[in-house]
């Protein structure tokens, strides 16, 4: 019997009559979906064979984001320096000169020394750390104008600065403060020393009125260019007047910073005029007054959703390490989301990429303090949370549309080390009935763990294995990691000869054009490949173009790409300057920036590693998205784990080598909340854990809290014990089974989901208070979470636990399995929650599309279309289905789809086609 036939076998399933989809790539625009609070009675109504004629979508333009980034990859090849080209200034400053006023530059006299008086003044939790570097003393506080007094911590992250900013300190004086209907912009000059080596004399600051909703505030070196990240933002078509905007930027000549305040209401939501601003060339730092302590986002880290104010420190420099409190993991997102005290919520957007400290404290306050680059923010209005994130994404690129087929469930594990192993594993998981629709490899899969190379003893077969996977409905994303060998012999290993010959890879510094060498899973050394060299798609592209023509893989797995090495720097280390060594360095892991990574003097096309280095795993992402685009001719599909804002718009992410057991298992709800409010949906953590041994009982429930990760995948070490379901017991494969069988009958809604984001915005998991803002209740709860706005997800995270409790805001709430009515609202329930099973609720006021569930997304696609009406108090419901082929590109943009809007009244059910295309 073929590979085909085995697998076949293993598909015993009943046909449907209706034609099977292929897959696309769609585009998202923001829509809320508009939810009632209350209902009385839930009823299924089952539409057996409904026609996909009527299947339809709601016609909607497509918002530009710039150029097309998914088809075309000019921007990767257009020269990195000019992508990140000046806004034109509203009030025609010289950017990167001095302006039309003639500015009177002096060096800097050391600031006075403050009074007691405005030393006394200052509490506990407004006090700004002045000298956040080692060997700090009295003397050499007082030396930069600042107070002392020895306090007793608080918090085991962080504490009070014993030396700290007195109330009148200021080291820049405002200047030719001009404004036109388009924004205001000044200078800033320089009066006294900020004890860092280098401080900018003259600053230009420009506030944007970029949209009604969005405040573009950016400070930077008017005499000299710096840095900026040469990331895509959507620039506006015009800029808007002030009066006409949701928020007011004001400047108070004689304090140095400004305030931004919500119009509506008069809240202060950012306000700098305190905490010590300082820009020196390594040393920026700006602090602001939040206007209350509901604060959330900042990435990627491990912790509560809701972040303690009690003095915590974040570093955002992306590292290779198993997660942890207090640690910088593998991406950069200096993006935070606010919960005001009167329900509204606003965001704030660092666009920066060099290393940076963010700091809370309790006023409650936020400090950045990055070591290069500009002060280039981007402050969104909401006014809830859910408008905050699209107008985040707006900004930063809406999130892919994945395949349909990556919705379904996927299994991996490292060291699986020969295809019959990967086959066996395989085939029992399908003999045990649990859904199941993508197989993934990891490195031991290649020929002495060099990239686009399979081992032809060990993985023989492998081509023909995938073939058959992809007779039956079934999928293959093999690892791919960035790193490329670089001992094999002139001609013996093409993805090195073809770098080399296109001068593609990072070099050793700016005056070298030998290639940075290090180390990670080849045998002997490793370079890597710059992304943002103008060559580097075009190499990327011809690498996986004959991989592919090879293996048939339908995605790639990026991994360490942060870039993660196992030398600190290189073999010899790193040579000894103000790249490497820093005047200020953030809290990262082993106190060295160039740990377990490259050297920060390595250079790249588009800049020193120092300043890139958090773009890594971006532009890798952006360059395999174009790759996977232009090979397969389909929708592409990957997963990174170093991510950066604008990830989300050509891949997904996951959370990375997390531990087994039970506090990382309830963290990584907190993960995946935190990367949709970053605009990457597609985001998931390796169920049951990576690092250590599982337990039957920790599967179990991680399973099924797993299969409803967007992104839904069991993955694991290559000394642990196997993982997968039936290699734990029955219990592990009943929960499995049942948990995913309700997510494959939910694939309509979580596609729709995923649309939504696409072209809107919308986040697919999100916290209660997204959808329940006024109610503060909601704010800090990390342990459930939602789908869309309708459906609730109740886990079990804590061992040998029977019962679960749950907060239900308000409206009705009805359970999934028996859609008996379970709460009205506003109350904390103890659930029966038995091994095998977990509590969904689906709010009222919802209709929620469902098929019945198959054992993969293509079988699961055959069946008639469901819908699950839940009517709130006034017996009134309402949902929507968008549907495509699941696979190609272009299905929105050429109008290849469908959509259908449900609204329901009492015992009546209207189906509302927008869009009719049959498939």
Avoid at 407 to 415: A, E, I, K, S
Avoid at 562 to 588: H, I, M, Q, W
Avoid at 727 to 738: I, R, S, T, W
Wanted: aromatic share 14%; with cysteine; net charge negative.
């Amino acid at each position: 019997m073929d590979d085909a036939s085995k697998i076949e076998k293993h598909l015993l399933v009943q046909s449907k009559n209706l034609d099977s989809f292929n897959d696309t790539s769609i585009y998202t625009m923001h829509w809320n979906l508009r939810q009632r609070d209350r209902n009385t009675v839930a009823r299924k109504i089952i539409i057996c064979g409904l026609s996909l004629a009527f299947l339809l979508l709601a016609l909607i333009i497509l918002r530009a984001f710039g150029k097309s980034f998914l088809c075309d990859n000019s921007y990767l090849n257009s020269n990195w320096n000019e992508i990140h080209a000046e806004f034109d200034s509203p009030f025609r400053l010289n950017s990167q000169g001095s302006s039309d006023i003639a500015l009177e530059l002096k060096t800097p006299l050391p600031h006075p020394k403050p009074s007691s008086e405005v030393c006394y003044d200052v509490p506990e939790e407004l006090r700004f750390d002045c000298f956040p570097l080692s060997g700090a003393s009295e003397d050499k506080c007082s030396e930069r104008g600042c107070c002392w007094k020895s306090t007793i911590s608080s918090s085991p992250d962080l504490g009070v600065p014993f030396c700290y900013y007195p109330s009148n300190y200021g080291l820049y004086k405002w200047d030719n403060i001009s404004q036109n209907e388009r924004g205001v912009a000044g200078n800033l000059v320089l009066k006294y020393s900020s004890g860092y080596v280098d401080d900018i004399l003259n600053l230009g600051v420009e506030a944007f009125f970029e949209t009604n909703y969005r405040l573009r505030i950016k400070i930077y070196d008017r005499e000299n260019r710096r840095y900026e990240p040469p990331v895509p933002v959507t620039e506006p078509k015009d800029f808007v007047e002030e009066l006409s905007t949701e928020y007011e930027f004001k400047i108070d000549p004689k304090k140095t910073g400004f305030v931004v305040k919500r119009r509506a209401t008069g809240e202060i939501i950012f306000d700098t005029t305190t905490g010590g601003f300082t820009f020196a060339n390594q040393f920026l730092q700006i602090s602001s007054l939040l206007p209350s302590p509901y604060l959330y986002g900042i990435g990627e880290q491990q912790d509560t959703l809701l972040h303690s104010t009690n003095w915590k420190q974040f570093s955002l420099f992306a590292h290779d390490g198993v997660p942890a409190d207090h640690m910088n993991l593998y991406g950069s997102h200096p993006f935070y989301l606010v919960m005001e005290n009167n329900g509204m919520s606003h965001g704030v957007f660092l666009k920066n990429s060099d290393p940076m400290d963010i700091i809370i404290q309790p006023a409650p306050a936020i400090t950045f303090r990055t070591i290069g680059g500009i002060f280039d923010f981007y402050i969104f209005l909401g006014p809830k949370p859910g408008d905050v994130v699209s107008q985040y994404t707006e900004l930063i690129g809406r999130p892919f549309m994945p395949p349909f087929w990556s919705l379904g469930y996927h299994q991996c594990r490292f060291g699986y080390n020969t295809l019959n192993r990967t086959k066996e594993i395989m085939g029992r998981t399908r003999d045990a009935g649990i859904p199941f629709d993508v197989q993934w490899v990891d490195i031991d899969y290649m020929d002495k763990r060099r990239d686009f190379t399979y081992d032809k003893d060990n993985y023989f077969g492998l081509p023909d294995f995938v073939k058959a996977l992809q007779l039956v409905g079934m999928h293959f994303i093999p690892i791919m990691d960035p790193g490329i060998s670089n001992a094999d012999s002139n001609g013996a290993y093409p993805p090195y000869d073809e770098g080399l010959e296109m001068n593609v890879f990072i070099k050793k510094n700016k005056n070298s054009a030998e290639p940075f060498e290090g180390k990670v899973w080849n045998p002997v050394s490793t370079v890597w490949p710059d992304f943002t060299h103008p060559n580097a798609t075009e190499y990327w592209i011809n690498q996986i173009r004959r991989f592919v023509e090879e293996v048939p893989i339908d995605g790639l797995w990026i991994d360490m790409n942060e870039p993660a090495n196992f030398y600190n720097g290189a073999k010899e280390g790193c040579p000894d300057n103000s790249l490497e060594n820093p005047p200020y360095t953030p809290r990262v892991v082993d106190g060295h920036l160039q740990h377990k990574t490259l050297c920060m003097s390595a250079q790249q096309y588009a800049g020193a590693h120092y300043d890139v280095h958090n773009l890594y795993g971006f532009t890798e992402t952006i360059a395999t998205n174009f790759a996977l685009t232009e090979v397969l001719k389909r929708r592409p599909f990957i997963i990174s784990r170093s991510t950066y804002p604008g990830q989300g718009h050509f891949g997904g992410h996951w959370t990375g080598d997390v531990r087994s057991d039970w506090g990382d298992m309830k963290k990584s709800i907190s993960a995946i909340l935190n990367f949709n409010m970053f605009g990457i949906p597609m985001v998931g953590a390796d169920i049951c854990g990576f690092v250590q041994n599982t337990t039957a009982d920790l599967c179990t429930r991680w399973m099924e809290l797993g299969a409803f990760y967007p992104f839904s995948r069991n993955h694991n070490s290559d000394d642990t014990i196997d993982q997968d379901p039936v290699a734990l017991g029955p219990d592990v494969v009943e929960a499995a089974k049942n948990s995913l069988l309700i997510r494959y009958s939910l694939l309509p809604y979580l596609y729709t989901l995923f649309w939504r984001a696409n072209q809107y915005g919308e986040t697919v998991a999100r916290p209660l208070f997204f959808e329940f803002p006024d109610d503060r209740s909601t704010y800090g709860i990390d342990v459930q979470f939602l789908w869309g706005s309708s459906l609730m997800i109740i886990p079990v995270l804590d061992p040998l636990e029977q019962v679960v409790t749950a907060y239900f805001p308000k409206g009705l709430w009805y359970d999934y399995e028996t859609f008996k009515l379970m709460s009205e609202g506003e109350e904390i329930m103890d659930l029966e929650s038995p091994s095998g099973k977990i509590r969904l609720a689906i709010r009222g006021g919802s209709i929620i599309p469902t098929q019945s569930p198959n054992v993969t997304t293509a079988r699961t696609r055959l069946s008639p279309f469901e819908l699950i009406a839940a009517l709130d108090e006034e017996q009134k419901a309402c949902g929507s289905l968008y549907w495509d082929d699941g696979i190609s590109i272009d299905s929105f943009m050429s109008g290849k789809y469908n959509y259908l809007e449900f609204s329901s009244s009492g015992s009546a059910l209207e189906i509302s086609p927008k869009k009719n295309w049959l498939l």
